[in-house]
C-alpha cells in the first residue's frame, strides 16, 4: 500500500530575491497533541487548522468536504489563495504573480510577496502576509499538494526525467543505485553536492 503521504523537497537551485514565494514547498504543519491523524492526510491537515485556529471559515469548509472526497480541487484551491492575495493586497504589500505552474504534473499557483526580516533578523519585518496565508490558504495549499493525485503527477514527471539524469551522473563520476524510487534516487545524487544537482537542475527539476 503506498504511503498517503510524500513529502516534496524544494531545492534551492537558484538564488532567488524574493524573501517569500508561495506554493513554492509543500510542509506539513507541526502537530499539537490534539492532532493524531497520520501526518500527510486529509484529516491530518483539517485537524491541524483546526488546532491552530486561524483558518477560516472558507478554509475549513474545503477541508472538511476534502476529508470526505479524499480530493482537493484546483478550483478550491485557486479559490483559497485568491483569498490570501486579495488580504495580502489589501494589506498594501506587492505581490508578484500569480501565475500557474504546470511543470510538476500538476497546476500549481506561483506568488511572492514584498517582505524582509526585522531587526532580529529572525521574524518577517511585515507579518500581514504570513497571517493571511494562514488564514485562508495554508492548510488547504499543502493539503492540495500533498494529495495522491498530485502527487502521482510528479512522480511521473520526475520518472521522465531519470534517464538524462542518469547520462549526466555518470559522465560526472556519481554512482547511486538507479533501483531506488526516483525521490530517494534523486535525493542521494543531490547529495553529492554541487555536480548531482547540476545533473539534476538541467532537467528543469526543482522539486521532489
Known amino acids: 500500500m503506498r504511503n498517503a503521504h510524500h513529502q516534496i523537497v524544494t531545492m534551492m537551485l537558484t538564488a532567488i530575491a524574493l524573501v517569500s514565494l508561495g506554493a513554492c514547498t509543500s510542509t506539513t504543519p507541526e502537530p499539537s497533541p490534539s492532532v493524531t491523524s497520520s501526518p500527510g492526510t ?31 480541487s484546483f478550483e478550491d484551491y485557486k479559490e483559497a489563495v485568491g483569498r490570501t492575495l486579495s488580504c495580502i493586497a489589501d494589506a498594501g504589500v506587492r505581490i508578484d504573480g500569480p501565475t500557474t ?52 503527477a510528479l512522480d511521473a514527471i520526475l520518472e521522465q526525467s531519470r534517464a538524462a539524469v542518469q547520462q549526466c ?25 554541487e555536480p548531482g544537482i547540476n545533473c539534476i537542475a538541467d532537467q528543469g527539476i526543482t522539486e521532489f
Not at 486529509?42 to 477541508?63: N, P
Not at 551522473?169 to 535525493?187: C, H, N, Y
Request: proline share 6%; glycine share 8%; hydrophobic share 35%.
Open 169 to 193: 551522473i555518470d559522465k560526472a563520476g556519481i554512482t547511486v543505485d538507479s533501483d531506488l524510487p526516483v525521490r530517494q534516487w534523486l535525493a542521494a545524487i543531490a547529495g553529492f553536492g
Open 42 to 72: 486529509m484529516k491530518y491537515f483539517l485537524e491541524s487548522a483546526e488546532a491552530e485556529g486561524v483558518a477560516d471559515d472558507q478554509q475549513l469548509e474545503i477541508l472538511r468536504t476534502a476529508q470526505q472526497t479524499q480530493v482537493i
Open 101 to 152: 505552474d504546470e511543470s510538476l504534473g500538476f497546476p500549481v499557483i506561483r506568488y511572492g510577496f514584498a517582505g524582509g526580516l526585522d531587526a532580529t533578523g529572525t521574524k518577517p519585518a511585515n507579518p500581514v502576509p504570513d497571517q493571511c496565508i494562514k488564514q485562508h490558504s495554508y492548510y488547504v495549499e499543502n493539503a492540495y499538494r500533498a494529495q495522491p493525485t498530485s502527487q502521482d
